[in-house]
């Protein structure tokens, strides 16, 4: 299909690159299955005294769950440390995520509750965003390092020791989960608010434009 | 919500996502369908497809567990205060399913990959020397609880009767029909025993008696009760979960 109208047309910014959209969507994949399987484990020997909604879980059968937990696991860990090098290294976090100081992240939520939060310029995320992404980054970091320990007790000994022992470090898993969501949801509640994000986190930018000539 | 199978219930799941996705994004602009079945993945819809592909990352599990396994790295020992009283009975069955084993006539077989076959009074085997430990015994559900175990370590158990210990598996028939089995690397672990006492006394009836293989190196179901028979092979022998699909390996 050619349109040679296109050529005239300026190209709009790229604003998330293919490596940070692709892990985007994969963790967000993995994170959905060790969610839903990980509810199903949790209720085979519930730490607290409720059991989480069956119909939601994923797996069947405690054995299932563990199957889809234990794959996705990797799924998140390897696309994650992806992720975190690619962050570090290129500047990605360094630019987008930094700084964030506590009074602009304070007066960002303030001025979402009134619904005047500006996310306007696309391509610079706000002090709530950078607060969010980064507590979603530590969040997983949490999940994951609570999840060795008490899927290795034994020979990860020390972190396990780290957490408090076997129980607390199962405490800390399931915590770490439900603080996590929290701020998954709120996110997913913003990207809701300005549907235009979600088209930059799938195809990079926004659509060309055509601009009067 | 109508209940759905595995791998259904996550297609249904992730369609209505994708639904939903596709129609946004066809709203505002066409999307490549490249770009849509890379959100898809796989395909999940085929459920034996999805069932093979988990169990073959879950045997890939096993190959990384088993390097992660370090042979002389000891599970923690716990004082006796921490030990849970009564201990938790846990089975594939309830209470009135527990075998009644009697001591007169139990004796232990030997079989496969071992030199000095004959079977083994339970006389004979609580002359063996013992040890005790005072570990944490987890289960795959999440739960644990600290018990104290005395009994042989099986590594001595298996020099003795000349088992090839280069072979891959230790397989365990018990009396209750369960069945599991381990690597040698866990079997030769110094914590690993043939457990006859449990709390200073004779191993209760609900914790196995006569015989249970603690391993407080694996999960709680990697350590049979009522053992009636111990195997050495090097065909992957499998087990009463793990054929349904608990990891084999299963290390701690
Ligand atoms: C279906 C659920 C999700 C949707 C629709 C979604 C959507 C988005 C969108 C549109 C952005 C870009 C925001 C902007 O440009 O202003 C974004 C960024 C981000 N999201 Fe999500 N997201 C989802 C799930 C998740 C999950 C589960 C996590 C982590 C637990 C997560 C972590 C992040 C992070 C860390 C960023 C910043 C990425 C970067 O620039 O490096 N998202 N998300």
């Known amino acids: 299909m050619s349109d040679s109208r296109t050529e005239h047309l300026p190209a709009s910014p790229m604003i998330h690159g293919r490596l940070v959209r692709l892990a985007h969507w994969v963790n967000a994949l993995a994170f959905l299955v060790l969610l839903l399987s990980g509810w199903k484990i949790y209720n085979a020997s519930p730490v607290f005294a409720f059991r989480l909604p069956g119909e939601l879980t994923l797996g069947g059968w405690l054995g299932g769950a563990l199957l889809w937990h234990f794959a996705a696991m990797w799924l998140l860990a390897l696309n994650g440390l992806l992720y975190l090098g690619y962050g570090f290294l290129s500047g990605h976090f360094r630019r987008k995520l930094w700084p964030v100081s506590p009074a602009a992240v304070w007066a960002d939520i303030r001025a979402a509750l009134s619904g005047r939060l500006a996310h306007d310029d696309l391509s610079v995320y706000n002090a709530a965003q950078r607060a969010a992404y980064i507590a979603l980054i530590l969040g997983i970091a949490l999940l994951a390092l609570s999840g060795l320990a008490i899927w290795k007790p034994v020979q990860l000994a020390p972190l396990v020791e780290l957490f408090g022992g076997f129980d607390t470090a199962r405490i800390v898993h399931f915590v770490a989960m439900a603080l996590t969501l929290v701020v998954v949801a709120v996110h997913v509640l913003m990207v809701a608010l300005v549907p235009r994000t979600l088209l930059t986190m799938l195809i990079g930018r926004l659509p060309a434009t055509r601009s009067p000539q | ?252």
Not at chain 2, 125 to 143: D, F, K, M, N, S
Not at chain 2, 158 to 165: I, S, Y
Not at chain 2, 174 to 202: E, K
Request: charge should be positive; proline fraction near 6%.
């Open chain 2, 1 to 252: 919500m109508i209940k759905l199978k595995m791998g259904e219930r996550f297609a249904a799941l992730r369609n209505r996502e994708i639904a939903s996705l596709e129609r946004r994004l066809f709203l505002r602009q066409g999307l490549s369908m490249g770009a849509l079945s890379l959100l898809a993945g796989c395909n999940v819809t085929d459920e034996a497809g999805v069932e093979n592909a988990l169990r073959k990352i879950s045997s890939w599990n096993d190959t990384v567990q088993a390097k992660l396994f370090a042979p002389k790295r000891l599970a923690q020992e716990y004082p006796a205060s921490a030990i849970v009283r009564p201990f938790p009975f846990n089975a594939f069955y309830d209470e009135d399913g527990i075998p009644a084993v009697s001591a007169a006539d139990f004796s232990l077989e030997l079989a496969g990959l071992i030199r000095e076959r004959k079977p083994w009074r339970l006389a004979d085997l609580y002359a063996l020397p013992q040890v005790t430990q005072t570990t944490r015994h987890i289960c795959v559900e999440g739960w644990s609880a600290v018990g104290q175990w005395s009994g042989t370590p099986l590594r001595h158990f298996l020099e003795r009767v000349g088992a090839d210990t280069s072979a891959r598996y230790v397989g365990f028939k018990c009396a209750d029909d369960y069945y599991t089995s381990i690597d040698m690397a866990t079997a030769l672990h110094p914590q690993t025993l043939m457990a006859f006492r449990q709390d200073g006394d004779i191993l209760p009836a609900p914790n196995g008696f006569p015989l249970k293989i603690r391993v407080p190196t694996k999960l709680g179901f990697k350590n049979p009760k009522h053992v009636r028979a111990i195997f050495v092979t090097n065909e992957y022998p499998g087990g009463y979960w793990e054929d349904q699909g608990y990891n084999w390996f299963a290390g701690l």
